[in-house]
């Protein structure tokens, strides 16, 4: 196929004049440059990547003998629900956010993200939940102990009404987490659907812009429900609503739904730029194109879609009804085609 030369795909973004050895305050400012910010977001997940990567290994030092000889039990709970949550909301969706706010408006050729104040505004929240998520280890009685999913009634019974609890702490920490990556996602979808330049047609996209385009439309569907499981969980810690109580009507199993209606589609949001990567990379180094590159990024959307519909295989030990056990299982197999496909 013949196509026309694509134009404006290289447009310098603004820039302030080089100021030999000041360059590296730009990235303390708030900078709305797609490509500072990326690299904000990079550097500041590795260093969450590092204090997770410590934590791990506290965890893995006090396996060695059965006694708790290097931490006590109280440490020991508390480092490993935050070495998950750091690991997770700290290092893995803020590196891979950071590398597509770098390189997606590069990739289909616009002068920057849609909504760059937006993009700055939710970079600058993950500093806030980090400083969070490490005051919960300076609090008395411990970070958070109820481990990443912090089910209630767990996490409900460990917490007194107060908020320098690590268990408050953590839920905030989840829940300004969840308001950023919602900011970020409807940034990437409006970018990707909107700021393409002329001639640069969705299918003419590099493979991982549909990859991140996939993920992030999961985390406009998703996060909602687990933005707003903190935040109910957080009211019955701190003001005593009983959403998740029975002996206030509410019902555990609800957090449950919400969390998982997230937390599964929350695996696709860090596999699928990352078989994005993949699939930029095997190309280029065996010197072929992507072998059905159609295929590809249409099963990255049915992954997206399907990812959606599989929550309560996560919750079969919950008491969840026999029929309800038959259809998750079904759309569980199911989502491996695609994946099958895309691999
Ligand atoms: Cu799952």
Same mark, same amino acid.
Do not use: C
């Given at each position: 196929?013949?196509?026309?030369?694509?134009?404006?795909?290289? $447009?310098?973004?603004?820039?302030?004049?080089?100021?030999?050895?000041?360059?590296?305050?730009?990235?303390?400012?708030?900078?709305?440059?797609?490509?500072? $910010?990326? $690299?904000?977001?990079?550097?500041?997940?590795?260093?969450?990547?590092?204090?997770?990567?410590?934590?791990?290994?506290?965890? +893995?030092?006090?396996? *060695?003998?059965?006694?708790?000889?290097?931490?006590?039990? #109280?440490?020991?709970?508390?480092?490993?629900?935050?070495?998950?949550?750091?690991?997770?909301?700290?290092?893995?969706?803020?590196?891979? @956010? /950071?590398?597509?706010?770098?390189?997606?408006?590069?990739?289909?050729?616009?002068?920057?993200?849609?909504?760059? +104040?937006?993009?700055?505004?939710?970079?600058?929240?993950?500093?806030?939940?980090?400083?969070? &998520?490490?005051?919960?280890?300076?609090?008395? %009685?411990?970070?958070?102990?109820?481990?990443?999913?912090?089910?209630?009634?767990?996490?409900?019974?460990?917490?007194?009404?107060?908020?320098?609890? /690590?268990?408050?702490?953590? !839920?905030?920490? *989840?829940? @300004?987490? %969840?308001?950023?990556?919602?900011? =970020?996602?409807?940034?990437?979808?409006?970018?990707?659907?909107?700021? +393409?330049?002329? %001639?640069?047609?969705?299918?003419?996209?590099?493979?991982?812009?549909?990859?991140?385009?996939?993920?992030?439309?999961?985390?406009?569907?998703?996060?909602?429900?687990?933005?707003?499981?903190?935040?109910?969980?957080?009211?019955?810690?701190?003001?005593?609503?009983?959403?998740?109580?029975?002996?206030? %009507? =509410?019902?555990? @199993?609800?957090?449950?739904?919400?969390?998982?209606?997230?937390?599964?589609?929350? @695996?696709?949001? *860090?596999?699928?730029?990352?078989?994005? *990567?993949?699939?930029?990379?095997?190309?280029?180094?065996?010197?072929?194109?992507?072998?059905?590159?159609?295929?590809?990024?249409?099963?990255?959307?049915?992954?997206? /879609?399907?990812?959606?519909?599989?929550?309560?295989?996560?919750?079969?030990?919950?008491?969840?009804?026999?029929?309800? +056990?038959?259809?998750?299982?079904?759309? #569980?197999?199911?989502?491996?085609?695609? &994946? /099958? !496909?895309?691999?």
């Amino acid at each position: 196929m013949k196509t026309a030369p694509l134009k404006n795909i290289i $447009i310098e973004t603004e820039q302030d004049p080089p100021q030999a050895g000041r360059e590296w305050k730009r990235y303390f400012t708030f900078s709305t440059d797609h490509k500072v $910010i990326g $690299i904000q977001y990079l550097v500041t997940s590795f260093f969450f990547f590092l204090l997770g990567g410590i934590l791990a290994m506290i965890i +893995r030092a006090e396996l *060695i003998t059965p006694a708790s000889d290097l931490i006590d039990r #109280t440490m020991y709970n508390g480092a490993f629900t935050m070495h998950g949550t750091i690991m997770l909301f700290l290092w893995t969706f803020p590196s891979l @956010v /950071g590398l597509a706010n770098y390189i997606v408006p590069i990739m289909i050729g616009a002068e920057d993200m849609a909504f760059p +104040r937006l993009n700055a505004a939710a970079f600058w929240m993950v500093p806030v939940v980090g400083i969070l &998520t490490v005051a919960s280890f300076f609090v008395p %009685g411990g970070s958070a102990q109820a481990g990443w999913w912090s089910y209630p009634p767990v996490s409900t019974q460990m917490a007194t009404n107060f908020l320098f609890n /690590g268990q408050v702490l953590w !839920i905030l920490a *989840i829940f @300004v987490s %969840g308001i950023s990556s919602i900011m =970020g996602a409807v940034n990437f979808v409006t970018t990707i659907v909107k700021m +393409r330049a002329p %001639g640069m047609t969705f299918f003419r996209m590099p493979i991982f812009v549909w990859t991140v385009l996939s993920a992030q439309i999961i985390q406009l569907f998703g996060l909602p429900a687990l933005t707003a499981a903190a935040l109910m969980l957080l009211f019955d810690l701190t003001v005593g609503t009983g959403f998740f109580d029975p002996a206030r %009507g =509410g019902n555990p @199993v609800l957090f449950q739904h919400l969390f998982w209606f997230y937390s599964h589609p929350a @695996v696709y949001v *860090i596999i699928l730029p990352i078989f994005g *990567i993949f699939s930029e990379i095997f190309p280029v180094y065996s010197r072929k194109p992507l072998f059905g590159y159609k295929v590809v990024a249409i099963s990255s959307l049915i992954i997206a /879609g399907v990812s959606g519909l599989v929550w309560v295989h996560h919750m079969y030990a919950s008491g969840t009804p026999g029929w309800m +056990r038959m259809v998750f299982m079904l759309s #569980t197999m199911f989502v491996s085609v695609p &994946t /099958g !496909i895309k691999d």
